[in-house]
């Protein structure tokens, strides 16, 4: 079972504007609020703050790992794979045939009604949400910033 204490890092994504181009810090700090003080947390926000840098986002990491033991956070793109069963009995009340499948899915990680999940574009063009915690299978292939 993977660290769950990690689920208090937070990563801080700042831009700053770059001779009218707008630029993303990818120096993210990851802070872990367990851990760190008020006064040391206002001093590396004002360290940014004093350079121009503005903060546009503060993402929660959600305690997962993806298959290079990367942290996951909120607002990282994946890709991840389903794997299942489908019935294919000609007639649906009997499970005598099964098919198996698999699924590999591009999707953001979001925090939504009190939990994490991955929002994905399904086959048929649609928005769908899966719950994180039922994927085995991730990748974290960036952000989205």
Same mark, same amino acid.
């Given at each position: 079972?993977?660290?769950?204490?990690?689920?208090?890092? +937070?990563?801080?994504?700042? @831009?700053? #504007?770059?001779?009218?181009?707008?630029?993303?810090?990818?120096?993210?700090?990851?802070?872990?609020?367990?851990?760190?003080?008020?006064?040391? +947390?206002? &001093?590396?926000?004002? $360290?940014?703050?004093?350079?121009?840098?503005?903060?546009?986002?503060?993402?929660?990491?959600?305690?997962?790992? #993806?298959?290079?033991?990367?942290?996951? %956070?909120?607002?990282?793109? =994946?890709?991840?794979?389903?794997?299942?069963?489908?019935?294919? $009995? &000609?007639?649906? /009340?009997?499970?005598? /045939?099964? &098919?198996?499948?698999?699924?590999? %899915? @591009?999707?953001?990680?979001? +925090?939504?009604?009190?939990? %994490?999940?991955?929002? =994905?574009?399904?086959?048929?063009?649609?928005?769908?949400?899966? $719950?994180? +915690?039922?994927?085995?299978?991730?990748?974290?292939?960036?952000?989205?910033?």
């Amino acid at each position: 079972m993977q660290d769950q204490q990690d689920r208090y890092k +937070f990563r801080y994504v700042f @831009t700053k #504007d770059f001779a009218g181009k707008t630029g993303i810090c990818y120096k993210m700090p990851i802070f872990d609020l367990k851990k760190i003080i008020d006064n040391d +947390f206002a &001093e590396i926000i004002k $360290s940014y703050t004093d350079y121009d840098y503005r903060l546009v986002s503060k993402d929660q990491c959600t305690g997962k790992k #993806d298959r290079n033991n990367q942290l996951i %956070f909120e607002n990282d793109i =994946v890709k991840i794979k389903i794997k299942g069963l489908d019935n294919i $009995s &000609e007639n649906f /009340e009997e499970y005598e /045939e099964y &098919e198996e499948y698999e699924h590999t %899915f @591009t999707g953001k990680i979001i +925090f939504e009604d009190y939990a %994490f999940s991955i929002e =994905v574009i399904d086959d048929d063009n649609l928005k769908r949400k899966i $719950s994180l +915690f039922v994927v085995n299978d991730i990748e974290v292939i960036g952000t989205k910033y």
